[in-house]
């Protein structure tokens, strides 16, 4: 299943790779929150429905708050995917940016077996991968004090 759920995202990223935004774009406003380096290796695209496995086993693992859930935007390795009309919210973005630094610390195949387990566990609300985005993109609009997100996830996770 995993194998299944990886060679997804792969064949999803690489579909898309034509039309993903470098989130260099962000060095200015995201300053001491994301470097450079950081941003310069992650990506987003803007579709009109956010792509996701829609494998049936997926249900059978407890995986329903995630498959039925209408979100606007989803990471996949250091690509992530949002719709239209949220491509300003700059909140957003740096919610997906914490996922894309999730996915660096944990690796694939970590990030996929700890976010299922999150979700099977305590449901998408709660899970704590959701939870530690949640809390940095509100400490960032809320103009909190600057730290390396990346630095914090590596860290705390
Ligand atoms: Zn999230």
């Known amino acids: 299943m995993l194998d299944q759920i990886e060679q997804w995202i792969d064949q999803t990223n690489s579909a898309f790779l034509a039309r993903r935004v470098c989130c260099d774009r962000f060095s200015k406003v995201f300053e001491g929150f994301y470097s450079v380096s950081f941003l310069n290796n992650a990506f987003f695209v803007v579709v009109d429905k956010i792509p996701k496995p829609a ?26 995917y949002i719709l239209p009309h949220v491509i300003n919210n700059i909140r957003l973005h740096f919610h997906e940016l914490v996922h894309v630094a999730q996915w660096k610390k944990l690796g694939t195949r970590g990030f996929i077996e700890r976010y299922i ?6 449901g998408y609300d709660k899970a704590p991968l959701e939870t530690v985005a949640y809390f940095l993109d509100n400490h960032f609009v809320n103009i909190g004090k600057k730290f390396d997100i990346p630095s914090f996830i590596s860290e705390k996770i």
């Open 55 to 80: 494998f049936p086993e997926l249900r059978e693992m407890g995986l329903d708050d995630f498959i039925d859930m209408d979100i606007t935007g989803i990471t996949y390795k250091n690509t992530y």
């Open 117 to 122: 387990r999150e979700i099977q566990n305590y």
